[in-house]
């Protein structure tokens, strides 16, 4: 006579998700210590000098990191409050530079999303896209699908949480920095990012837009300085999505 059991295996099976699921996460955290997070980290400090110096609590400083995840959205936020703009202009201000992210999320979310994961997790993670998780998306594909999130869950979550230790550790250290040196610490972020993007892109188009808005900044500043950097990015996207499209319909006819 065959003697039925229960299952035992369910159990162990949830047991041993959770456990692979908590590896994952483990190594997401690890990157923690690569180039991307060492820099931003950095600029950081410059950031962190930035707000001392403007007179912004500390307690507020390291909300402001957590909240407000992308550095130029916090820079925009501090300058708006350092010039006496109201609450409505600087909203309008953090937010339209926020808007270059939804690209980032729209294309970041569909590689970590399998059939059973949660809307409200997704729209949690999404937080934590910014310039530095895009670069490090690279890895996400190497990564099995269904630990996708585990695995870029454990990399936002410890590069903001260390970040708000950091400018909780260094803020009052960093009151008397030059400004030529908190400058410099924070423009380290956007060249080193720069440089990541023009390495990693697989599409002539992302040159061609990456070299307008490089032409476009400067130019704007001197005609527009209030809306120099919106007009770059709109103007250099919608002229390189123009190039993209020619040089197709030329490479069609040609075909």
């Known amino acids: 006579m065959i003697e039925i059991k229960d299952n035992p295996e369910l159990p162990m099976d949830r047991e041993e998700d959770e456990q692979s699921s908590l590896a994952w996460f483990g190594r997401g955290m690890r990157g923690i210590f690569s180039l991307p997070a060492f820099i931003l980290m950095l600029s950081f400090v410059g950031f962190c000098s ?6 912004i609590p500390v307690q507020q400083v390291v909300f402001m990191v957590g909240m407000v995840w992308a550095l130029p959205a916090k820079v925009i936020l501090v300058s708006s409050m350092m010039s006496g703009a109201n609450l409505a202009a ?11 992210l939804m690209p980032m999320v729209a294309a970041l979310v569909p590689e970590l999303r399998t059939s059973r994961t949660p809307t409200w997790l997704l ?17 996400v ?7 996708r999130v585990a695995f870029f869950a454990g990399f936002g979550i410890t590069l903001v949480a260390a970040n708000m230790l950091l400018v909780a550790v260094v803020y009052h250290f960093v009151a ?10 924070f423009f380290l972020t956007p060249v080193y990012f720069l440089a990541s993007i023009w390495h990693s892109a697989r599409h002539p188009v992302v040159y061609v837009a990456l070299l307008f808005g ?9 005609l527009f300085p209030e809306f120099d950097i919106l007009l770059a990015g709109l103007v250099g996207g919608t002229l390189a999505w123009l190039v993209e499209r020619l040089w197709r ?4 006819v040609g075909v």
């Not at 993670?125 to 690279?138: D, G």
């Not at 490089?214 to 001197?222: K, Q």
């Open 141 to 147: 594909p190497q990564v099995p699908r269904e630990r």
């Open 90 to 100: 600087a909203f309008l201000a953090v937010s339209l530079s926020s808007v270059r």
């Open 249 to 252: 319909q030329r490479k069609e």
């Open 214 to 222: 490089l032409v476009g900044g400067p130019l704007f500043y001197w």
């Open 123 to 139: 729209l949690f993670l999404s937080h934590f896209v910014a310039i530095t998780a895009w670069v490090a998306m690279e890895k």
């Open 50 to 55: 930035l707000t001392a110096q403007a007179g």
């Open 176 to 185: 008397d920095f030059p400004p030529i040196v908190a400058g410099c610490l």
